[in-house]
């Protein structure tokens, strides 16, 4: 297409001068690429397409899936294939959907990991990891083999008194190199999320949690919810 030559008037598009591999990191679909070759479109292009069908005076208005499990169907996870189980993806809070973006597994070797597809269509399998990301100042995941980077958890369950919902626990790191005691605990942002507020996308972390910061353990489902965030879910990544 004339559009992607870098001497266009537009000047260098994101395709130019970079492999497939490295606008599949971008974000750029590597079923596109292998199919019709690098063929990204600038953004000056597929804004004029979106904004055409915006009327004058409209406004952005911010919404949270809430109150259904939308995407949980006869048993099983949807909203299609997660590919944000990958090495790097935070780890984050958001309502409870069903989504396979929200199925987590608990490992006999202690991992928390969760599975789904690279942008070629590979299954991956990504976990957990042992000390939150010095960028995202929280928990990301990692390559389950990685024996450095890889966290190693217990599940502590709240009470053992049978009146009691068991499925009540603290996720607590084992395998750290210092003598503190960190568990999963949650993390706010400066301005609580914005729009979203804390129901929206805050980070889960590792420390000493301030406050008691319990999980309730859905084993049928993989979800990881909050107590302390109005039944909320771990979530790889973001909407």
Request: proline share 3%; hydrophobic share 30%.
């Given at each position: 297409?004339?559009?992607?030559?870098?001497?266009?008037?537009?000047g260098?598009?994101?395709?130019?001068?970079?492999?497939?591999e490295?606008?599949?990191?971008?974000?750029?679909?590597?079923?596109?690429?292998?199919?019709?070759?690098?063929?990204?479109?600038?953004?000056?292009?597929?804004?004029?397409?979106i904004?055409?069908?915006?009327?004058?005076?409209?406004?952005a208005?911010?919404?949270?899936?809430?109150?259904?499990?939308?995407?949980?169907?006869?048993?099983?996870?949807?909203?299609?294939?997660?590919?944000?189980?990958?090495?790097?993806?935070?780890?984050?809070?958001?309502?409870?959907?069903?989504s396979?973006?929200?199925?987590?597994?608990?490992?006999?070797?202690?991992?928390?990991?969760?599975?789904?597809?690279?942008?070629l269509?590979?299954?991956?399998?990504?976990?957990?990891?042992?000390?939150?990301?010095?960028?995202?100042?929280?928990?990301?995941?990692t390559?389950?083999?990685?024996?450095e980077?890889?966290?190693?958890?217990?599940?502590?369950?709240?009470?053992?008194?049978?009146?009691?919902?068991?499925?009540?626990?603290?996720?607590?790191?084992?395998?750290?190199?210092?003598?503190?005691?960190?568990?999963?605990?949650?993390?706010y942002?400066?301005?609580?999320?914005?729009?979203?507020?804390?129901?929206?996308?805050?980070?889960?972390?590792?420390g000493?949690?301030?406050?008691?910061?319990?999980?309730?353990?859905?084993?049928?489902?993989?979800?990881?919810?909050?107590?302390?965030?109005?039944n909320?879910?771990?979530?790889?990544?973001?909407?």
């Open positions: 297409m004339d559009f992607e030559h870098s001497d266009h008037k537009f260098r598009t994101v395709g130019d001068g970079r492999t497939p490295e606008l599949q990191v971008l974000g750029n679909s590597a079923g596109y690429i292998a199919k019709y070759g690098i063929v990204i479109q600038p953004m000056y292009w597929y804004m004029g397409h904004s055409r069908y915006v009327r004058p005076g409209s406004r208005v911010m919404a949270l899936v809430s109150g259904e499990e939308v995407f949980w169907t006869n048993g099983v996870a949807g909203g299609g294939k997660n590919d944000l189980a990958r090495k790097g993806i935070e780890l984050t809070l958001w309502p409870c959907e069903g396979t973006r929200q199925k987590f597994y608990y490992s006999n070797n202690r991992t928390i990991l969760v599975k789904g597809h690279d942008w269509g590979n299954p991956t399998t990504s976990c957990v990891a042992s000390q939150n990301d010095k960028d995202f100042h929280g928990l990301v995941l390559d389950c083999n990685d024996e980077t890889v966290g190693k958890y217990d599940i502590l369950h709240r009470s053992t008194n049978t009146t009691e919902d068991d499925s009540v626990v603290q996720i607590v790191l084992v395998n750290n190199n210092d003598d503190d005691d960190e568990k999963l605990c949650l993390t942002s400066e301005n609580n999320n914005g729009a979203y507020g804390p129901r929206g996308g805050t980070q889960v972390a590792l000493s949690c301030d406050t008691d910061n319990w999980w309730s353990w859905n084993n049928e489902k993989g979800q990881l919810i909050s107590k302390q965030n109005q909320t879910c771990m979530t790889t990544g973001w909407p």
